[in-house]
Structure formats: structure tokens, C-alpha cells
């Protein structure tokens, strides 16, 4: 595998980001997207908590034991925002939130935030957020509904390991889905082969940091520490990819869930076979 630094840049404005990565869709870490929201100085935990804290959440654990193949994988288990907060703090551990719509319950904290002018066609409707324990972390996979994401760190570090769309079959891309079971953390070229080939970006994002993850752009995301992102988003600018997304999170996600109910074990096996068969033909 060859990965090199994610471009940083403390500032930029909304020519030069259009220019140098957003038209060209290249990924960029950089501080001046969330420098001016109050979300940087004031959400904290205990607020999370005051807010939102008897709400109850379902928690994902690690994802190698978890319906690795299948594209929308069970939670492990429900429990309140409050004790889900207090466990990832427990010292390090897999558990996480993912897309969780805390504004759902909290809408007060979007005054917190702004879509910042650096692009156009925001989908103001979702912004998520994602928390996770210190040492969990995040299938390799890319966002289904092909939009840009700006994913924006709060309280801790996260690692984040990008690769672009083309890169698909070296990282052994599941048929009827958007993710891969390859473990970048600890790569096995003896199963994956193809992967020795793969070339990347890699880069930490802390308190502050935004990374810029193009559209359908593969990303690994791992918790250096405990913490939470949230991730904003622009609309693909390819009206045919829209389309695709919404196919992608409307009837592929609910294919995929239905076949996984009735053929588990046998869908699993021809997912990873169909994506070892295209690594096979990349590797040599
Ligand atoms: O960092 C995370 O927990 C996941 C973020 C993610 O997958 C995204 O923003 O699309
Ligand atoms: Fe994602």
C-alpha cells in the first residue's frame, strides 16, 4: 500500500478550494471550515447529556464480528445516550455511534453551526454525527448516497485513510454495497494481494480539523482517542450520480438487508468470493 499526507491547509478560501480540490475532487484536511462556529467552543459531553442524555441509542461494536459483508450492519446493543457516553470513556473499546441525528433531539444545537461558503448545494436536512471509544474504528467503505462530505472532528483524533473511487477493486469492494472487509490495520496481503497495490492518502484530524472526502471517495476512519465528528454534506454534481445515490440508499440498501435475512450465510460467502475474483484479476 502507498499512502501519502492528506494536503493541510489552516485556511482557505472558497476559489482557491473550488479550484484545487472540489472541482478536481481531491481531498484536503483543513481548520478553516469550523474556525468560526460556536459548536467548537461550546458543545461538550455534559451538555450532550443535559440535552439529550435519557435518549436511547442503538451502539455499534467492532464490525469483524459483526455481518461484516452486509451493508447496513445490526447494532450490538441499545442503551441511553448518557451510559453510551460514560462507556466510551471507559478507557479504550469498539463502541460507536453511527449517523446518529442528535439534532433530532437537541435541535437547539444547530445554531451552533453554519454551512460554511466554500461550496454550494448543501443538504441542510442531515447533519449527522459520529462518536466512538478510543481504538474502534470504521469499516473501510464509501457513502452511498455519493455526496461530498466534510467530516469535522471534535475532542479527540481520528485517523483517516482515504483512497479514490478507482482504487475499488484493489481494496476488494463487496458486490451490492459500498464497503470493503479488508482491515487496513492490519492488512493481510496473503488474502488480499490486490491491496499492495492500493495507493492512498492518510492524515489525523483533531479538534477543529475538517477533512474534505470526495464524492464516493473510500475512507478508514480510526479513533486515536475518544470523539465525535460530524459530518456535512453537498449534493454529487452529476445529476446521473444523484440518482444513483438515491437508488443506492432507496432499493440497494434494502436489497441487500432483504437477501442477508434469507440467504445469510450464502450471500456472505458470494460477496467476499465476487470481491476476491476482481482483486485476483488486479493483483498480477
Ligand atoms: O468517523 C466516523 O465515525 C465515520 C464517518 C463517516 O463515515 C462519514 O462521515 O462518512
Ligand atoms: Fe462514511
Same mark, same amino acid.
Given at each position: 500500500?502507498?499512502?501519502?499526507?492528506?494536503?493541510?491547509?489552516?485556511?482557505?478560501?472558497?476559489?482557491?478550494?473550488?479550484?484545487?480540490?472540489?472541482?478536481?475532487?481531491?481531498? /484536503?484536511?483543513?481548520?478553516?471550515?469550523?474556525?468560526?462556529?460556536?459548536?467548537?467552543?461550546?458543545? @461538550?459531553?455534559?451538555?450532550?447529556?443535559?440535552?439529550?442524555?435519557?435518549?436511547?441509542?442503538?451502539?455499534?461494536?467492532?464490525?469483524?464480528?459483526?455481518?461484516?459483508?452486509?451493508?447496513?450492519?445490526?447494532?450490538?446493543?441499545?442503551?441511553?445516550?448518557? @451510559?453510551?457516553?460514560?462507556?466510551?470513556?471507559?478507557?479504550?473499546?469498539?463502541?460507536?455511534?453511527?449517523?446518529?441525528?442528535?439534532?433530532?433531539?437537541?435541535?437547539? /444545537?444547530?445554531?451552533?453551526?453554519?454551512?460554511? @461558503?466554500?461550496?454550494?448545494?448543501?443538504?441542510?436536512?442531515?447533519?449527522?454525527?459520529?462518536?466512538?471509544?478510543?481504538?474502534?474504528?470504521?469499516?473501510?467503505?464509501?457513502?452511498?448516497?455519493?455526496?461530498?462530505?466534510?467530516?469535522?472532528?471534535?475532542?479527540?483524533?481520528?485517523?483517516?485513510? /482515504?483512497?479514490?473511487?478507482?482504487?475499488?477493486?484493489?481494496?476488494?469492494?463487496?458486490?451490492?454495497?459500498?464497503?470493503?472487509?479488508?482491515?487496513?490495520?492490519?492488512?493481510?496481503? @496473503?488474502?488480499?494481494?490486490?491491496?499492495?497495490?492500493?495507493?492512498?492518502?492518510?492524515?489525523?484530524?483533531?479538534?477543529?480539523?475538517?477533512?474534505?472526502?470526495?464524492?464516493?471517495?473510500?475512507?478508514?476512519?480510526?479513533?486515536?482517542?475518544?470523539?465525535?465528528?460530524?459530518?456535512?454534506?453537498?449534493?454529487?454534481?452529476?445529476?446521473?450520480?444523484?440518482?444513483?445515490?438515491?437508488?443506492?440508499?432507496?432499493?440497494?440498501?434494502?436489497?441487500?438487508? /432483504?437477501?442477508?435475512?434469507?440467504?445469510?450465510?450464502?450471500?456472505?460467502?458470494?460477496?467476499?468470493?465476487?470481491?476476491?475474483?476482481?482483486?485476483?484479476?488486479?493483483?498480477?
Amino acid at each position: 500500500m502507498d499512502l501519502q499526507p492528506i494536503d493541510f491547509r489552516e485556511s482557505i478560501d472558497r476559489k482557491e478550494f473550488q479550484e484545487k480540490y472540489y472541482l478536481p475532487q481531491k481531498p /484536503l484536511i483543513f481548520r478553516s471550515f469550523a474556525a468560526e462556529w460556536p459548536a467548537m467552543k461550546n458543545w @461538550d459531553y455534559p451538555r450532550f447529556k443535559e440535552l439529550a442524555g435519557h435518549e436511547i441509542v442503538e451502539v455499534f461494536g467492532s464490525w469483524k464480528s459483526n455481518s461484516p459483508t452486509r451493508l447496513k450492519t445490526p447494532p450490538e446493543r441499545t442503551m441511553s445516550f448518557s @451510559d453510551f457516553i460514560d462507556l466510551i470513556h471507559e478507557g479504550p473499546n469498539d463502541f460507536r455511534l453511527f449517523l446518529f441525528n442528535l439534532f433530532k433531539y437537541a435541535p437547539e /444545537l444547530k445554531k451552533d453551526f453554519f454551512f460554511p @461558503d466554500i461550496a454550494d448545494g448543501w443538504v441542510k436536512a442531515i447533519p449527522v454525527m459520529f462518536f466512538g471509544g478510543e481504538g474502534s474504528d470504521v469499516r473501510l467503505h464509501y457513502d452511498i448516497d455519493l455526496s461530498n462530505v466534510f467530516l469535522t472532528q471534535f475532542h479527540g483524533e481520528k485517523r483517516i485513510t /482515504l483512497f479514490s473511487p478507482e482504487m475499488s477493486p484493489y481494496l476488494y469492494k463487496q458486490p451490492m454495497g459500498s464497503h470493503s472487509n479488508v482491515d487496513l490495520r492490519n492488512p493481510d496481503y @496473503d488474502e488480499f494481494p490486490a491491496l499492495k497495490k492500493a495507493k492512498g492518502y492518510t492524515g489525523i484530524i483533531r479538534h477543529g480539523d475538517t477533512v474534505f472526502m470526495p464524492s464516493a471517495w473510500w475512507h478508514y476512519n480510526e479513533y486515536l482517542t475518544t470523539g465525535y465528528g460530524m459530518a456535512l454534506r453537498t449534493v454529487n454534481s452529476s445529476v446521473l450520480k444523484q440518482l444513483k445515490g438515491v437508488y443506492n440508499v432507496f432499493v440497494m440498501k434494502k436489497i441487500d438487508d /432483504l437477501i442477508s435475512t434469507y440467504y445469510k450465510e450464502q450471500w456472505a460467502e458470494w460477496k467476499k468470493r465476487m470481491a476476491k475474483s476482481i482483486g485476483e484479476k488486479v493483483a498480477s
